[in-house]
């Protein structure tokens, strides 16, 4: 397994297996069983699979944890390595010394959910995904479906900018409690951990109350009802529309809404989300 530490260093390892297909794993590290299954996935799609490892600083906020975001490059190259990765980029900095002078702007499908609290956090994160698609230029690209919006920003993205790359979703993968497999559960203490899965089971009530009824505001006022007794603190709690990420008020059949939530457990933010009609 190569493992390239700067753009010259990938660009030449790529240069000399040409005419193969190439899938993209973009990761900030600390790879766990969700990330795995991302890296099987690019491997059933391409020939070579590069995973990117980078903690890119755009797109943190001031007060969000860029310093404390756990690095340990050693676990997730042994990962790599048993799931048969043919290369890391792991760069050191992406951006020049004197700061990114040339970013990307996402308009409007940045500003609800967690855009709405993470002002410029989808700009960093498309500037950093061009970069990665510039360097390593993908045929295909695996993202998780647990950051959804993102997943959606991007798919924007490669369309708005005609990128010739496939982006690729891959399902949530899930504690056997129903927790989102996330490097930030490592944050969770015991308590705030056995809290974490009311997250789920209040997404999986309210799919159960989707189908009696289709009153959007009663369904969120049911998932409301559910986590209230808990010391969860609900960022959002919406359903939107898939792809628009628009606000769904009615149903309708061009519709395919999704139900987002955002919660603090203790001080650690966490993220899921889930079809309000689960495909059977
Ligand atoms: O989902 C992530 O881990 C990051 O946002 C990404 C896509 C690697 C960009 O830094």
């Not at 690019?42 to 797109?59: E, F, G, H, M, T």
């Not at 990962?79 to 409007?108: R, S």
């Not at 899930?174 to 951990?193: H, I, P, T, V």
């Amino acid at each position: 397994m190569m493992i390239a530490k700067t753009p010259s260093d990938l660009r030449h390892y790529l240069g000399t297996i040409k005419q193969e297909r190439i899938a993209l794993v973009p990761t900030m590290g600390c790879l766990h069983a969700g990330h795995i299954s991302l890296i099987r996935k690019a491997k059933r799609l391409a020939d070579i699979v590069v995973v990117s490892i980078y903690v890119n600083p755009l797109q943190f906020g001031e007060n969000e944890d860029f310093g404390q975001y756990p690095r340990v490059f050693e676990d997730d190259a042994a990962i790599c390595k048993a799931e048969g990765v043919d290369c890391i980029f792991h760069p050191h900095n992406l951006y020049t010394d004197d700061g990114a002078k040339i970013t990307l702007q996402v308009h409007n499908l940045d500003k609800p959910l967690c855009g709405a609290s993470r002002m410029g956090h989808f700009d960093g994160v498309v500037t950093v995904v061009n970069i990665l698609f510039n360097v390593v230029q993908p045929n295909i690209a695996v993202f998780g479906e647990k950051d959804w919006q993102q997943l959606a920003i991007i798919h924007r993205m490669v369309s708005d900018l005609h990128m010739p790359i496939e982006i690729v979703g891959s399902e949530i993968i899930r504690e056997d409690d129903g927790l989102a497999m996330s490097s930030r559960n490592r944050y969770l203490n015991k308590q705030e951990r056995a809290l974490a899965p009311k997250l789920y089971n209040t997404l999986q009530s309210m799919q159960s109350f989707a189908s009696q009824t289709h009153h959007i505001e009663n369904i969120l006022q049911h998932g409301l009802a559910q986590l209230e007794p808990h010391p969860i603190a609900v960022e959002y709690l919406d359903i939107r529309d898939e792809r628009s990420l628009q606000s769904v008020r009615r149903m309708d059949e061009n519709i395919q809404p999704r139900i987002f939530i955002a919660a603090k457990i203790g001080n650690t933010r966490l993220l899921d989300n889930a079809p309000l009609f689960p495909k059977i």
